[in-house]
């Protein structure tokens, strides 16, 4: 099934409803990374975050990038996601692989620690990022954005968010959404959405059903006067190119230029994105220091 999200609204637009089924990206993000379920879990609820939440830039030129890190094996986890929710990301630690928690699912918790913070940064095009901070509440990460946009953004807003590995450590389903109440909306209102949360199954156990995320957000929102308003399209994608390379390359100063080259060295730099490796000859390694000369 084709991934997607769906923006919608209910109850006359006091509650807001952004929701996913993301199952083929976060596929592709653990192929890249060679990941274990644990890790394929962890780094595909960022995916999932961050593609929900590119949602609400407001510009082409808007990014985002989640990062949480908490001590723990995984080492963290980093993802960035644009307008056009295209996102990619990686985990310090694709190999982590704890033993199942106490109800017997992956640990994801585990798996990231708690001591340490989930960062929130927004590119909006100006002088300097917005950077919103809280720390880890859980590790299990929907709960940890939950508490961010309680805290940082004053948005009390529900996070579900979901990887199911199958035996073949294939992506079996994977989806999530964010609910927020708006200024004003009743919190009678806020309550029966809270029970049926409680009350519905797994999402990716739906999902996995064969569900859509349309029919899972109608079952919860019956007779709430549910809107689908756009639907879109997300993508795990890297926009990192040769060019990228030579700027980050030519970053390193010229003094250490000026050592790989005069010791005949080649270099290779991989992506952390994508695990994509550009090499450089020690000809072109030559032909960027005399750049970094003529730019001085």
Do not use: W
């Amino acid at each position: 099934m084709e991934d997607r999200i769906i923006k919608a609204t209910a109850k006359g637009g006091y509650i807001r409803i952004i929701a996913g089924q993301t199952t083929n990206l976060v596929q592709e993000g653990a192929r890249i990374h060679d990941c274990t379920p644990t890790a394929a879990s962890a780094l595909g609820r960022m995916l999932t975050g961050a593609a929900l939440m590119s949602t609400m830039l407001k510009s082409d030129k808007e990014v985002i990038t989640l990062q949480i890190k908490g001590g723990g094996e995984a080492k963290g986890v980093t993802v960035t996601a644009y307008s056009d929710a295209t996102v990619k990301g990686f985990i310090g630690n694709p190999y982590v692989n704890p033993p199942l928690n106490s109800v017997g699912k992956l640990d994801v918790g585990g798996a990231i620690g708690k001591n340490g913070s989930l960062t929130v940064i927004k590119d909006l095009g100006l002088k300097d990022p917005y950077v919103g901070q809280v720390p880890i509440h859980s590790g299990e990460i929907a709960e940890d954005l939950s508490y961010y946009f309680t805290v940082s953004e004053q948005t009390p807003s529900a996070v579900a968010l979901g990887v199911l590995v199958d035996r073949d450590y294939s992506i079996k389903a994977s989806g999530g959404f964010i609910i927020q109440m708006m200024p004003g909306a009743d919190e009678f209102i806020a309550d029966i959405i809270t029970y049926r949360l409680e009350e519905i199954p797994q999402l990716t156990s739906m999902l996995s059903q064969g569900k859509s995320i349309e029919d899972i957000i109608k079952y919860i929102f019956e007779d709430m006067d549910l809107k689908i308003n756009e639907t879109i399209y997300p993508e795990y994608k890297c926009n990192c190119s040769r060019e990228r390379m030579e700027r980050a390359f030519l970053s390193i100063g010229e003094k250490d230029l000026t050592e790989i080259y005069e010791e005949g060295k080649e270099e290779e730099l991989i992506c952390h994105f994508c695990n994509t490796a550009y090499k450089f000859t020690n000809e072109e390694v030559g032909e960027l220091l005399k750049q970094v000369k003529k730019d001085k």
